[in-house]
C-alpha cells in the first residue's frame, strides 16, 4: 500500500513539473484546447460561442459524449477550459500506477515496476495527457482492460471498452482488439476459444458497438472524409498539415497524423525491447499473451485504419498502446537479459557487466535517435542540442555510475547476483535519464500572453462579436476574451467532410482579406460570416515573406505567398484611422461596421 502510493504521488509530481505551465500560468494554454475545450465554456454561459462556425464544430462530434458530459457536470463547479489540464493530473499518474502493476504482474524484482512506470512518464512528447482532451482517456482504457484481463477479472475488463467508447472511441476500439484477441488459445496444436474469456468478450462486442454508434443515432458523429476526397485536397500532400499522400512511404509513416511520430524518446523506448529481444531470445516468453496482444492489435488496427483510410479516424491513434507496451517490455526483460550475460562471462570478469550494461543503454538510445528508419534520425547538432539541454540529468547519473561501478571494479570478489543487479540499476536508469532529456519535460503549451492587451480589450465587446484576423494568431481570442473567431488554424479541421466545407470557405476567405489588397473582401467577411472586427497585426504586415507558422499550411502556404509578394499596398494596413477601436503597437482592431460606413 506504501508503494502504491509513493508511486502516484511520484507520478502525480512529475506531471505536474510538465503541465506547470498550463496549469498555473492563466495566459497559457494546451493548443488543442483552441478546438476541443474553448467552446464548453457556453455550458456555464449559454449566450458564448453561438455562432454558427461553432455549432457546426460541436455538432460534426469531434468530442464525444461522454467526454461531454463529464464537462458538463464539471463545469457547474469550475470553467472547462480550467478543468482540461487538471484531467491529465488524474489521468497520467493513473496510466502510470496500471504500468506499474501489470510489470508487477510479470516480474518480482521489486525496480523494474518502478523503471515500468518511469519510463512511462518521463517521455513527455510522446505522451497524450495533456490538455484532458479525448485522447487523454486512450491508454487508461488500455491498460485498465490488460491488467484485468492479467488479473482474470474478465467481466470487469469487459466493461471498460464499452464506457471507454464514450470518452475515447479509437482507444475502445484498441482495448476491444486486445479482449477478444486473448479468447484465442492454443489445444494441442488447434486454436481454440477459452471459454471463460469468450462470453464477456461477446457481451463487450455489444456494448462497445451501442456506445460506438451512439454518436450516429443521436446525429453527432462526424461524417468522416473518404479517401478519395482527400486524395483532391493539398492539405493531404507533401507540403499540406496532414501529411498521408506522399512517393515516399519512409515518409508517410514517420507522419505526425500519418505515421508513427516517433519522437527521440519515443524512438528509443521501442528500439530497446528489440535490442533486449536480441541479446535474449527468450525474452518474449517473458511476456504474458495480453500483453503481446496490445502489441499485435497496435499494428493490425494501424494497418487497417490506412487501408479504410479516415474509416476508423486517423490511423496513428492505434499506436499510442506501443508506449506502454515497449515500457512493460523493458521493465519485464532488463534484468534477465543481464543475468543472461552474466552467465556467459567469467566469475573473474563479472564486473566487465557493469560497463556492458552502461554501454548498451547508451548504444541502444544512439542508435534509436540516429540509425533507425523510422526513428527521429537526428542530426550531430541537434544530438548535441538535446545533450546541453540535459546536461545536469546526464552529470548527475554519471557521478553515480562512477562512484557505484568505481567500488565494484574495486572488489572484483562480489558475488555474480549482486554484480548483476548492480549493472542493471546502473543502466537502467542511465536509460532513464536519456530518456528523459529526450522527452524534453515539458508538454507543448500555447502563450498568449504577447497579445495581452488586445485579447483583454476584444473581451468587453458584446458576446455575440465575431472576430476576424490571421488565423494562425487569432486563436487566443477563443481561450482569453471567450469570443468566436471566423475561422483559426486549430478550428480548420478537415477530417469531417461536413464541417470541412464550411471551414474551407471561411479559411480561404479570410486569407485573401487578411493578405490582399482588396478593402472588398475584408467586408464580405462581415457580409458572409458575421465577422464585427478585425485584428490587424502591422509588423507581420509589412514584410514580404509568410511568418514561419504558415509552413505546412498548403493551399494556403501558396496564397499568403503570392500575396505577400504583390507589390499592391494591402487592404488591411490601409483602414480608416477613425474605425480604430484599440491600438498597443502589435495589434491594431478595426469595427467593420465603420469601415462599411466609408
Given at each position: 500500500?506504501?508503494?502504491?502510493?509513493?508511486?502516484?504521488?511520484?507520478?502525480?509530481?512529475?506531471?505536474?513539473?510538465?503541465?506547470?505551465?498550463?496549469?498555473?500560468?492563466?495566459?497559457?494554454?494546451?493548443?488543442?484546447?483552441?478546438?476541443?475545450?474553448?467552446?464548453?465554456?457556453?455550458?456555464?454561459?449559454?449566450?458564448?460561442?453561438?455562432?454558427?462556425?461553432?455549432?457546426?464544430?460541436?455538432?460534426?462530434?469531434?468530442?464525444?459524449?461522454?467526454?461531454?458530459?463529464?464537462?458538463?457536470?464539471?463545469?457547474?463547479?469550475?470553467?472547462?477550459?480550467?478543468?482540461?489540464?487538471?484531467?491529465?493530473?488524474?489521468?497520467?499518474?493513473?496510466?502510470?500506477?496500471?504500468?506499474?502493476?501489470?510489470?508487477?504482474?510479470?516480474?518480482?524484482?521489486?525496480?523494474?515496476?518502478?523503471?515500468?512506470?518511469?519510463?512511462?512518464?518521463?517521455?513527455?512528447?510522446?505522451?497524450?495527457?495533456?490538455?484532458?482532451?479525448?485522447?487523454?482517456?486512450?491508454?487508461?482504457?488500455?491498460?485498465?482492460?490488460?491488467?484485468?484481463?492479467?488479473?482474470?477479472?474478465?467481466?470487469?475488463?469487459?466493461?471498460?471498452?464499452?464506457?471507454?467508447?464514450?470518452?475515447?472511441?479509437?482507444?475502445?476500439?484498441?482495448?476491444?482488439?486486445?479482449?477478444?484477441?486473448?479468447?484465442?488459445?492454443?489445444?494441442?496444436?488447434?486454436?481454440?476459444?477459452?471459454?471463460?474469456?469468450?462470453?464477456?468478450?461477446?457481451?463487450?462486442?455489444?456494448?462497445?458497438?451501442?456506445?460506438?454508434?451512439?454518436?450516429?443515432?443521436?446525429?453527432?458523429?462526424?461524417?468522416?472524409?473518404?479517401?478519395?476526397?482527400?486524395?483532391?485536397?493539398?492539405?493531404?500532400?507533401?507540403?499540406?498539415?496532414?501529411?498521408?499522400?506522399?512517393?515516399?512511404?519512409?515518409?508517410?509513416?514517420?507522419?505526425?497524423?500519418?505515421?508513427?511520430?516517433?519522437?527521440?524518446?519515443?524512438?528509443?523506448?521501442?528500439?530497446?525491447?528489440?535490442?533486449?529481444?536480441?541479446?535474449?531470445?527468450?525474452?518474449?516468453?517473458?511476456?504474458?499473451?495480453?500483453?503481446?496482444?496490445?502489441?499485435?492489435?497496435?499494428?493490425?488496427?494501424?494497418?487497417?485504419?490506412?487501408?479504410?483510410?479516415?474509416?476508423?479516424?486517423?490511423?496513428?491513434?492505434?499506436?499510442?498502446?506501443?508506449?506502454?507496451?515497449?515500457?512493460?517490455?523493458?521493465?519485464?526483460?532488463?534484468?534477465?537479459?543481464?543475468?543472461?550475460?552474466?552467465?556467459?562471462?567469467?566469475?573473474?570478469?563479472?564486473?566487465?557487466?557493469?560497463?556492458?550494461?552502461?554501454?548498451?543503454?547508451?548504444?541502444?538510445?544512439?542508435?534509436?535517435?540516429?540509425?533507425?528508419?523510422?526513428?527521429?534520425?537526428?542530426?550531430?547538432?541537434?544530438?548535441?542540442?538535446?545533450?546541453?539541454?540535459?546536461?545536469?540529468?546526464?552529470?548527475?547519473?554519471?557521478?553515480?555510475?562512477?562512484?557505484?561501478?568505481?567500488?565494484?571494479?574495486?572488489?572484483?570478489?562480489?558475488?555474480?547476483?549482486?554484480?548483476?543487479?548492480?549493472?542493471?540499476?546502473?543502466?537502467?536508469?542511465?536509460?532513464?535519464?536519456?530518456?528523459?532529456?529526450?522527452?524534453?519535460?515539458?508538454?507543448?503549451?500555447?502563450?498568449?500572453?504577447?497579445?495581452?492587451?488586445?485579447?483583454?480589450?476584444?473581451?468587453?465587446?458584446?458576446?455575440?462579436?465575431?472576430?476576424?484576423?490571421?488565423?494562425?494568431?487569432?486563436?487566443?481570442?477563443?481561450?482569453?476574451?471567450?469570443?468566436?473567431?471566423?475561422?483559426?488554424?486549430?478550428?480548420?479541421?478537415?477530417?469531417?467532410?461536413?464541417?470541412?466545407?464550411?471551414?474551407?470557405?471561411?479559411?480561404?476567405?479570410?486569407?485573401?482579406?487578411?493578405?490582399?489588397?482588396?478593402?472588398?473582401?475584408?467586408?464580405?467577411?462581415?457580409?458572409?460570416?458575421?465577422?464585427?472586427?478585425?485584428?490587424?497585426?502591422?509588423?507581420?504586415?509589412?514584410?514580404?515573406?509568410?511568418?514561419?507558422?504558415?509552413?505546412?499550411?498548403?493551399?494556403?502556404?501558396?496564397?499568403?505567398?503570392?500575396?505577400?509578394?504583390?507589390?499592391?499596398?494591402?487592404?488591411?494596413?490601409?483602414?480608416?484611422?477613425?474605425?480604430?477601436?484599440?491600438?498597443?503597437?502589435?495589434?491594431?482592431?478595426y469595427d467593420l461596421r465603420c469601415v462599411a460606413g466609408g
Amino acid at each position: 500500500m506504501l508503494e502504491n502510493a509513493g508511486l502516484l504521488i511520484a507520478a502525480t509530481l512529475l506531471t505536474l513539473r510538465a503541465e506547470w505551465a498550463i496549469l498555473f500560468n492563466a495566459l497559457t494554454f494546451q493548443p488543442d484546447a483552441q478546438t476541443h475545450t474553448f467552446w464548453m465554456r457556453r455550458f456555464q454561459d449559454p449566450g458564448l460561442f453561438t455562432d454558427p462556425l461553432t455549432s457546426a464544430l460541436v455538432k460534426a462530434g469531434y468530442v464525444p459524449l461522454g467526454l461531454q458530459t463529464l464537462y458538463r457536470l464539471a463545469s457547474y463547479a469550475v470553467d472547462p477550459v480550467t478543468l482540461g489540464p487538471w484531467l491529465a493530473v488524474v489521468l497520467a499518474p493513473l496510466s502510470a500506477w496500471l504500468v506499474f502493476l501489470i510489470v508487477r504482474e510479470h516480474t518480482d524484482w521489486w525496480p523494474a515496476a518502478w523503471m515500468g512506470a518511469a519510463l512511462f512518464l518521463l517521455p513527455v512528447n510522446s505522451l497524450r495527457f495533456s490538455g484532458g482532451h479525448a485522447r487523454a482517456f486512450g491508454q487508461p482504457v488500455v491498460l485498465l482492460t490488460v491488467y484485468l484481463l492479467l488479473r482474470r477479472r474478465y467481466w470487469m475488463a469487459a466493461a471498460v471498452p464499452a464506457v471507454g467508447s464514450l470518452f475515447y472511441p479509437p482507444g475502445a476500439v484498441s482495448a476491444l482488439a486486445i479482449m477478444a484477441a486473448s479468447c484465442l488459445t492454443l489445444r494441442g496444436r488447434r486454436p481454440s476459444l477459452e471459454r471463460a474469456r469468450t462470453l464477456p468478450a461477446l457481451a463487450c462486442i455489444a456494448v462497445s458497438g451501442i456506445g460506438l454508434l451512439l454518436p450516429g443515432l443521436i446525429g453527432r458523429e462526424q461524417a468522416l472524409i473518404t479517401r478519395s476526397q482527400a486524395h483532391a485536397l493539398p492539405d493531404f500532400g507533401p507540403r499540406g498539415q496532414m501529411h498521408f499522400f506522399s512517393n515516399n512511404v519512409l515518409s508517410i509513416l514517420k507522419g505526425t497524423y500519418s505515421g508513427l511520430d516517433i519522437g527521440p524518446s519515443l524512438a528509443i523506448l521501442l528500439f530497446t525491447p528489440v535490442v533486449l529481444l536480441l541479446l535474449r531470445p527468450p525474452n518474449i516468453l517473458l511476456l504474458r499473451r495480453e500483453l503481446l496482444w496490445m502489441l499485435v492489435t497496435a499494428l493490425l488496427l494501424y494497418a487497417l485504419a490506412f487501408a479504410v483510410l479516415f474509416r476508423l479516424y486517423l490511423p496513428n491513434r492505434y499506436t499510442y498502446p506501443l508506449l506502454p507496451f515497449s515500457c512493460v517490455a523493458i521493465a519485464v526483460a532488463w534484468r534477465p537479459t543481464f543475468e543472461s550475460l552474466g552467465h556467459r562471462l567469467r566469475p573473474a570478469l563479472a564486473w566487465l557487466l557493469i560497463p556492458l550494461g552502461l554501454a548498451i543503454s547508451l548504444v541502444a538510445a544512439y542508435l534509436a535517435v540516429r540509425v533507425v528508419p523510422l526513428g527521429p534520425s537526428l542530426s550531430s547538432a541537434r544530438l548535441r542540442y538535446f545533450l546541453d539541454h540535459g546536461e545536469r540529468p546526464v552529470v548527475a547519473v554519471s557521478i553515480v555510475v562512477a562512484v557505484v561501478a568505481g567500488a565494484l571494479v574495486w572488489r572484483r570478489g562480489a558475488a555474480a547476483a549482486r554484480v548483476v543487479g548492480v549493472a542493471a540499476v546502473l543502466a537502467g536508469t542511465l536509460l532513464l535519464a536519456e530518456v528523459a532529456i529526450a522527452g524534453r519535460g515539458v508538454s507543448l503549451a500555447g502563450h498568449c500572453g504577447r497579445d495581452r492587451g488586445m485579447l483583454q480589450y476584444v473581451g468587453t465587446l458584446p458576446k455575440s462579436t465575431i472576430i476576424a484576423g490571421d488565423p494562425t494568431t487569432i486563436g487566443c481570442v477563443t481561450l482569453v476574451s471567450k469570443r468566436p473567431v471566423v475561422i483559426s488554424r486549430k478550428l480548420y479541421q478537415v477530417f469531417s467532410a461536413r464541417y470541412l466545407r464550411i471551414a474551407r470557405s471561411r479559411m480561404f476567405a479570410m486569407v485573401d482579406a487578411y493578405f490582399g489588397d482588396s478593402r472588398s473582401k475584408i467586408l464580405a467577411l462581415r457580409q458572409r460570416y458575421g465577422a464585427d472586427y478585425l485584428v490587424v497585426e502591422p509588423g507581420s504586415l509589412a514584410g514580404r515573406t509568410p511568418a514561419p507558422r504558415w509552413r505546412r499550411m498548403a493551399p494556403f502556404t501558396g496564397i499568403v505567398r503570392r500575396l505577400m509578394r504583390s507589390t499592391h499596398p494591402r487592404a488591411a494596413l490601409q483602414l480608416p484611422a477613425r474605425c480604430r477601436t484599440y491600438e498597443d503597437g502589435h495589434n491594431e482592431v478595426y469595427d467593420l461596421r465603420c469601415v462599411a460606413g466609408g
